[in-house]
C-alpha cells in the first residue's frame, strides 16, 4: 500500500439500473495509488445524507486514529467507546473497480447514502472523498460546502450540454 493521499476533484457520475458507477478520474488515481490496486472502500456518512469513500491506507489510518484516541484517553483515565467509535466500520464496503473507475454499488450502501436519483456527485475532501445525490446535496449540504455547489452546477451543466 502506498502513503496516505489527497483526495482532490470533483465530477459526476450515472448510476445505471444495476448500480453501475464510475468514480471520476482525479479521485479514481488517488484511490488507486492509495490502495496499490483498482480497489475502494465505501462506507456511510457519520452525519451526513451521503456516502464517502477512500482507499486501503486511509481505511488502515481510521483504525489507527481509533486505537489512538482509545490511548490517549486510558492515559488520562477518560472512558473511551471502541464499539460506538467504530459503529461506523459495520457499512464500510470494500469492492474493485475496473481500470475507467467503473464498479458496482451495493444497493444497501444506496439506499443508506440516499443515491436513489440516476446520478451521483464525487467530490475530494483531502483524506477521502464524498459521494451525494446531487439532488440531496443541493436541498441539504452543510453551508460549509456552499462553493462544492458551484462545481456541482458545472457539472450538471455540463451533461445537460451534452444531453445525458
Keep these: 500500500m502506498s502513503a496516505l493521499v489527497v483526495y482532490a476533484g470533483s465530477g459526476l457520475s450515472t448510476i445505471d ?3 453501475r458507477v464510475t468514480i471520476p478520474a482525479e479521485l ?3 484511490v488507486a495509488e492509495s490502495s496499490g490496486e483498482n480497489s475502494v472502500c465505501l462506507q456511510r456518512h457519520s452525519s ?3 456516502l464517502i469513500g477512500y482507499g486501503r491506507t486511509e481505511k488502515e489510518q481510521r483504525k489507527v486514529d481509533l486505537n489512538t ?3 490517549a484517553a486510558v492515559n488520562r483515565g477518560g472512558v473511551f467507546d471502541r464499539e460506538a467509535e467504530g459503529a461506523g466500520a459495520s457499512s464500510i464496503f470494500e469492492t474493485n473497480f475496473e481500470t475507467s473507475g467503473r464498479f458496482v454499488l451495493p444497493s444497501m450502501l444506496k439506499s443508506l447514502g440516499k443515491l436513489s436519483s440516476e ?6 475532501v483531502t483524506t477521502h472523498f464524498m459521494l451525494w445525490n446531487p439532488d440531496v446535496f443541493l436541498s441539504s449540504a452543510p ?3 456552499a462553493h462544492v455547489r458551484d462545481e456541482l452546477e458545472y457539472w450538471l451543466g455540463e ?3 451534452r444531453g445525458k
Excluded: E, H, N, V
Aim: charged residues 20%; proline residues 8%.
Design 17 to 19: 439500473a444495476k448500480g
Design 28 to 30: 479514481r488515481d488517488a
Design 48 to 50: 451526513l445524507p451521503c
Design 69 to 71: 484516541q482509545w490511548s
Design 119 to 124: 446520478r451521483a456527485f464525487f467530490f475530494g
Design 143 to 145: 453551508p460549509a460546502f
Design 159 to 161: 451533461a445537460t450540454r
